[in-house]
């Protein structure tokens, strides 16, 4: 059964500062999805990683993607108010099966 | 359309009661989800319909759930009986087949009093 595990579940950062929310999953996928959830809303897609060292950059959001570790990455750099959010890594393992979320990691980024 | 559409938006309904969702998804998709997302967590697999296949079940959590889906189009997901624990958001996606992506719709709000 594939799991998905992010860590840390709750983050708390200044504005202005950097930090990596991890992403580890345990089959063997090379297709990995990271998504935004603001408060009462749905889900926005991020990125899309589908090969092992993909990385994809969004403004303040870099997200990469070791398929021999099993482990994606979502980095943060300069933290801004507007990053507030839940960011969500998902899984597949194959093109149109279902997704396995991550629990989530609540993201609060201080003045 | 334009984007993965579910109704309503909310819904209350009162403990033993039966509700359908629905749930539209893009034109030419084939596949379709059905999560659920409890307050404060994160998203719980329901069901899956691909195309003509049998549809994969395994998330259902209990028989009081079921799904049907006409096609390639909408879907309604039924709650027989309702309980207080069902009380959710539940989320519909859709994928293409030739795509790389999932979109997700609002999500149906229930709230079982």
């Known amino acids: 059964e594939l799991k998905v595990e992010q860590n840390p579940l709750f983050l708390s950062m200044q504005e202005g500062k950097n930090y990596t929310i991890y992403c580890n999953y345990s089959t063997t996928s090379d297709r990995l999805y990271w998504y935004r959830q603001d408060p009462g809303k749905s889900l926005e897609s991020l990125f899309v990683?589908?090969?092992?060292?993909a990385v994809k950059q969004e403004g303040r959001l870099m997200a990469s993607l070791d398929t021999k570790a099993r482990l994606s990455t979502l980095h943060i750099t300069a933290a801004v108010h507007d990053l507030s959010a839940t960011y969500f890594c998902?899984?597949?393992?194959?093109?149109?099966?279902?997704?396995?979320f991550g629990e989530g990691t609540q993201l609060t980024v201080n003045p | 359309g334009a984007g993965v559409s579910q109704s309503p938006s909310n819904k209350v309904t009162e403990k033993g009661k039966d509700v359908e969702l629905r749930c539209d998804p893009i034109s030419g998709h084939t596949a379709l989800y059905w999560y659920r997302q409890r307050l404060g967590q994160g998203l719980e697999f329901l069901i899956y319909f691909q195309g003509n296949s049998a549809p994969d079940k395994s998330g259902l959590p209990s028989d009081r759930f079921s799904a049907e889906r006409t096609g390639e189009s909408v879907s309604t997901l039924t709650i027989q009986r309702t309980q207080q624990e069902d009380s959710a958001v539940y989320l519909c996606a859709s994928s293409s087949i030739s795509g790389n992506g999932y979109t997700f719709g609002s999500g149906t709000r229930l709230t079982v009093v």
């Open positions: 998902a899984v597949d393992l194959q093109r149109g099966s279902r997704l396995t």
């Open positions: 990683l589908l090969s092992n060292g």
